[in-house]
């Protein structure tokens, strides 16, 4: 169904005529940079603005000539997966220089350039920050010198800096993740997934080192990600007698039958003294006390390298987007901004206060005040940590509160990557809150029919990696057998359920939550996380598995497109899963670069398919050599993918021939991606604290009874918060015909994937991030239930 329309206001308002921006990267490259320069050199030829490239970062700039070119539509053609930065990137001395900024200044005023664009790291901002401030003062110098005319003083007396932060340490403070971070956590799991098969099958402890010479995010996050047995990063030193702790870890793991060890260093870890911990050190330590057979790898420069995840490729997209528009709305007294990400949400922060909070992190570190630097670092690095901490090191069966609750956990609908992590952190905070966990096979199936046993700390070991569901997932809803299922609850005197899964999960909720009034065994807290690659659950922007499909489906795109190299023009059909919802097609063909997207929840007729390929035909005869259309499986049921086809391959004929692939069950496999395993792992243990809190309050005269809206919640992302909503309150939101919430937020991303595909279309920047300021906010607790 078409969503409501917001207030849209249209470029005529943001027009860039006249004016010249200019974009480049610099410092250390990071994969994503492409689909940012792609997006900046777009949207400012959308909006009429000049865009330039600056060839190899700030020396380009000081160097001017041919490192500074006007940049077209076609220049940044088959740029999108492309890893690196194909316009170069230097370290560059002469722009520390006075003289060297007076060149650059020159450069810039001679093509009219007065709006940059700057992708990089906290460096390269301050340099970028630091010549707009002199900026007056340097064309002042230039009239005096004779290099430019008193006019033009007048002219540009302003430049306007805008910066996105390209780096994979995600060191920056002000945003969630910077552009490359997603990409080189592919990287490092990859690699970490590659080695736990051979370390197993030898009985062999690993040391891995990965990028972070001032920043743990890299180590902590893969080791999150990975369940690793040690992690070692620069923020939080470990404690005095930590040799000892390791090594007891370690042996712990084994004699609990686990056939391998991973430790995962970060390249700038320190003890408490501040004194590097290297690789070697680790391996000498391990060989000494356990004579265990002990490997390092050390990742370098492959952690860089690779073509960028879909989250990498959408988060620059929007954000060079974002940059333009930042751009055209500042005004001579706007200070410098950064274009940020604080959950799900664009916002605009201004760049020094953002460099000044990193710089403390470091301060912090340097007085040894490690507390604070973790602190200084965000709520996502100390959840991070905390959750960390939760679920790697289990407490002595002495030190684990008692108290006597059972709580279920099981997987509803179809399976998704992520789900097993969700599982093992669900199971690994429950005993750590010391309750007796059980593990319900196949769903509300295997409910019924009593297949329900305790599950172990031990027994969820090394299942963060494995996709599907490893408990079993399946379809059916409760209803017809809730007789039976509040048999088995009492039976095994079940105080609390977690459910894992999609649509049919939340359907399941529902219904448990109606049957309160005949069976008081439902009057129990409930908890339901969102797990569907379709993302269609209401009350939530997001779902665990999403995010590895949009990988799965974006790699194909990539390798289809390739496929058609050196061929004639050619276009590809390509058919995704999501039933009735169009984030799949949408946002992967945002990440793949399509030309169009065909979704059930934005109409289209015969006249738009015909635009479409009539603007696709224009395209071809010009510039680009391929095509790519996705389509939604339940988009139209007459516009079938089949029927696309057909009306491509006749209207294209002697322009472009067509293909067609059908990605089918593919995007529900493979390994879980290193967000899917992160976000389940996180928001199953919130949920868990959640079920703990709940239990607690509702546990009077020896029973459990709760039988509040607020003690049957899913648990969603919203914007930039993790939040627990009552299912009951959901059943406005959502079309229960065709599955899917009445508001969906990434249909605000197709305006942009046209603009991008050079569609003339209107732009809703009612919610482009406004400037804001730098703003810690404590969280109310020190657990690991802080917002993401």
């Not at 709305?329 to 200070?335: G, K, L, S, V």
């Amino acid at each position: 169904m078409a969503q409501p329309d917001t207030k849209k206001i249209f470029f005529e308002n943001l027009s860039g005529a006249g004016k010249a921006i200019a974009v480049l990267t610099s410092g250390g490259d990071a994969q994503g940079m492409n689909a940012a320069v792609r997006a900046v050199v777009r949207m400012g030829t959308y909006v009429g603005a000049k865009v330039y490239f600056i060839r190899e970062g700030y020396q380009g700039m000081v160097d001017g000539g041919e490192n500074i070119i006007e940049a077209t539509w076609e220049s940044v053609s088959s740029m999108l997966q492309v890893g690196g930065t194909v316009i170069g990137s230097a370290r560059c001395k002469d722009f520390r220089t006075h003289e060297g900024r007076l060149k650059a200044a020159l450069n810039l005023v001679k093509l009219g350039i007065t709006n940059l664009c700057v992708i990089g790291g906290d460096g390269s901002l301050t340099g970028a920050n630091l010549f707009r401030e002199e900026w007056s003062g340097l064309l002042a110098e230039l009239v005096e010198q004779g290099s430019i005319e008193r006019q033009s003083v007048e002219t540009y007396s302003a430049l306007h800096i805008v910066g996105m932060v390209g780096s994979i340490d995600n060191d920056f403070c002000g945003t969630d993740m910077t552009i490359g971070t997603d990409s080189a956590l592919h990287r490092i799991i990859e690699v970490v997934d590659a080695i736990m098969t051979t370390a197993q099958s030898h009985q062999r402890t690993f040391v891995l080192e990965v990028m972070g010479r001032h920043c743990g995010y890299l180590a902590l996050v893969s080791a999150l990600a990975c369940g690793a047995d040690w992690v070692l990063i620069p923020e939080m030193p470990p404690e005095d007698g930590w040799e000892e702790k390791m090594c007891q870890k370690l042996s712990a793991n084994r004699a609990g039958m686990k056939r391998l060890n991973i430790i995962i260093v970060a390249e700038g870890a320190i003890d408490r003294n501040n004194k590097a911990i290297t690789t070697d050190c680790i391996k000498d330590l391990v060989v000494k006390c356990l004579g265990f057979d002990t490997r390092v790898t050390i990742l370098g420069h492959v952690q860089r390298g690779g073509t960028p995840s879909a989250f990498d490729r959408i988060l620059a997209s929007r954000m060079g987007v974002e940059a333009v528009l930042a751009l055209l709305e500042t005004t001579a007294n706007t200070p410098a901004c950064v274009v940020s990400l604080s959950g799900n949400q664009s916002v605009r922060l201004p760049l020094m206060e953002c460099v000044q909070m990193t710089q403390e992190v470091q301060k912090a570190m340097d007085e040894k005040k490690f507390e604070e630097a973790v602190k200084l670092r965000g709520r996502s690095f100390e959840n991070n940590l905390k959750t960390y901490k939760l679920l790697a090191h289990r407490k002595p069966e002495s030190e684990l509160p008692i108290s006597n609750f059972n709580v279920a956990v099981l997987n509803v609908g179809a399976p998704a990557a992520g789900m097993n992590a969700a599982v093992r952190s669900a199971v690994r905070v429950g005993i750590s809150e010391g309750h007796k966990m059980f593990a319900v096979s196949d769903g509300f199936e295997g409910f019924y029919k009593g297949q329900i046993k305790e599950i172990k700390w031990a027994d969820v070991g090394g299942w963060t990696g494995q996709g599907g569901s490893l408990l079993g997932t399946k379809r059916t809803l409760p209803a017809k057998h809730v007789g039976k299922i509040a048999e088995q609850m009492r039976t095994h005197n079940i105080n609390a359920l977690l459910v894992i899964g999609g649509f049919e999960a939340l359907e399941s909720l529902l219904q448990l939550y109606e049957a309160r009034a005949t069976y008081e065994e439902f009057c129990i807290p409930m908890c339901m996380l969102p797990a569907t690659i379709s993302n269609n659950v209401p009350g939530t922007d997001l779902s665990i598995g999403a995010d590895t499909a949009l990988n799965a489906i974006v790699e194909t795109c990539d390798r289809i497109k390739q496929s058609a190299s050196g061929t004639k023009r050619r276009v590809f059909i390509i058919e995704t899963m999501g039933g009735y919802c169009g984030y799949l097609a949408t946002v992967a063909g945002l990440a793949a670069g399509a030309d169009a997207a065909y979704i059930y929840e934005e109409p289209f007729d015969i006249r738009d398919l015909q635009a479409n390929v009539e603007h696709l035909t224009e395209k071809m005869k010009t510039s680009i050599q391929r095509g790519l259309v996705l389509r939604n499986e339940n988009s139209n049921e007459n516009y079938t993918t089949d029927f696309i086809y057909q009306l491509y391959s006749e209207e294209g004929k002697g322009v472009f021939d067509c293909r067609k692939n059908v990605l089918g069950h593919m995007q529900q496999g493979g390994a879980p991606s290193p967000f899917d395993r992160n976000f389940g792992t996180k928001i199953s243990a919130k949920a868990m604290q959640w079920v703990t809190k709940k239990l607690v309050e509702t546990f009077r005269q020896g029973r459990v009874f709760a039988n509040t809206e607020d003690s049957c919640c899913l648990l969603g992302m919203r914007r930039r918060a993790l939040v627990f909503q009552p299912v009951v309150q959901l059943k406005g939101e959502t079309d229960f015909i065709h599955r899917i919430p009445k508001e969906q937020w990434w249909l605000k991303l197709r305006p942009l994937m046209k603009i991008l595909a050079k569609y003339k279309t209107s732009y809703d920047v009612s919610d482009s991030g406004q400037l804001e300021h730098v703003v810690h906010h404590r969280p109310k607790d020190s657990d690991a239930s802080a917002a993401m």
